[in-house]
DNA sequence: TCTTGAATTTCGAGTCATCAAAATTCTAAT
DNA sequence: ATTAGAATTTTGATGACTCGAAATTCAAGA
C-alpha cells in the first residue's frame, strides 16, 4: 500500500497536471505544494519514479504514469467525496471541510468511500464544484469560462470556485457566489483591474481580478438551465 | 501533537489498565495489542517516558501519568464516538466500524467530533456497550457481570459487548446478544463449559464460557428498566 | 559566446518507528 | 538456595521521510 506521504505526492502532482496538461511539473510547484524542501522533492521523487508512479525528467520535471494517475484520481475521489459528504451530511462549514478532508482521504477504507458515495447518490461535483472521479479512476475536466473572460450581460450560473482557502472560501459564500447561483457580469475596469456582478438577488457585488478569475460560470443560452 | 503512533501505544495502555485496573501493564502485552515486537516496545515506551506520557519501571511495566491518561482517554473518545457514527449515521454494520474508527481516530479534527457528539445527541456508550470518555477526559466504567457470574433466572438485559472482533460481533448480532436486548440464564454446565441462554424473544441459545464472559449484563430489578 | 541567477540535485545528516539476535533479569519450581 | 524458562532489555541495523549547505545545471540576456 502507498503511504500517505506517497498519496499526497500523487495527488499535487495530479493537480498540477489538471491546470496545465501538457506541461511538465517541476520539482518547486510540487515543494511549494507540500511545503517541503526542494531536495526533499528530488529525493522522493526518485522514489516515486522507482515505483513507477511518475518518469521523471531531471532538471525537467515530472508527469504521472498511468497507475500514478489511477492512484491520485483515487485519492482525488476520496477526497472530494469526503468533502461533499462532511458540508451535506454531517453540516460542517464549506469552509472548513479542505482541511479536514486533507487527513481523512489517507484514513478512510474503499468500503466506506463507496458507502458514502451512495449515501450522497453517486454525486459528479464536490461543493466547490470540482469533478469527483468515478470509482474506475476517470476525471471528468470540463473547461468553464471565469468571470474574468465570459461575456459581459449574459445570464451565467456559478460552477466552480478554483481556491480551496477558507478565507476566500467564506468571502465566496459572503458575496452569493457559491456553485449553482445566477448573476451576469456588468462592466469591467481595466485601469481598476475589477468585475462588476449583478447577482439573480438583484444584489451588486464587485471582485478585483484575482478573484474573478477563480470564479468559474456557465453561459446560459436562455433562462433555461443548459 | 502526538503521533499516531504514540495515540495507538497510550490507548493500548488505557485499555490494559481499565481491564486490570492496579496492576502495571506489562511489555508483552502492549506488543502483543499494538502486533510489533517486545524490543520495539521497550524502546518506544522510553521515549513515553520521556514525554511524560506513562511511568516506567524496567522489568515489571508501564502505567499512564495524568497527561497520558487524558490524551489515551481523548483517543478513545474519538474512537467510541467514531464508531457509533458510523453505524448510526452512515450506516455500517457494527462489526465493521471497529477497524474502520481504528484509522480515523488519528485523523478527525477536534472540530469534527465535537459536531459528531452533537449529531449523535451526546451519546454515553458506542455501539459495543463501552463507555465514552467525556469531552474533558473523564470515563466511567461501569462494572456489570458477565453471562457467566450473574445470577441464573433472573431477567437480564445485555450492556456491552467486550470483544471488538468482527467474527465475534457477527455471532453476537446473529444471536441476538446486542446491547439493549432482554435474556436470562437458564443453567450452566461445568462439564460442557456451556451456558445456556434463553431470549425475550423465546429462543434458546448456548455460549462456550469464553463467548459467555465477554456478554456484559443488567440484572433487571423487576420487569421494569433498572 | 559568456555570464549570471534561479532551479535543481547531491551530499551528509537526523528523526521516528521498527526488527532480529544476543544478553540480561526475574520468577517460580525444585 | 539454585536454576530453568519466560519476559524483558540491549545492541546494531534498516526504511521512510525530512532538512540544510554546497555543488551543479539550465536558460536567458549581455
Known sequence: MPTSTVEDYVKHILLEEQRQPEALVPMGRIAAALDVTPSTVTAMVKTLADSGLVTYEPYGGVRLTPPGRKLAAHVQRRHRLLELFLVQIVGLDWSEVHSEAEHLEHAVSERLIDRIDELLGHPSVDPHGDPIPSAAGVVREPDFPTLLLCPLGAPLRVERVSDQSAEFLR???????????????????????????????????????????KILVQPLVAAGKA
Open 171 to 213: 468571502l465566496v459564500e459572503r458575496s452569493g457566489l457559491v456553485p449553482g447561483n445566477g448573476l451576469s457580469v456588468e462592466s469591467r475596469s481595466e485601469t481598476a483591474e475589477t468585475v462588476r456582478l449583478r447577482l439573480d438577488s438583484g444584489e451588486e457585488v464587485s471582485l478585483g481580478w484575482r478573484a474573478a478569475a
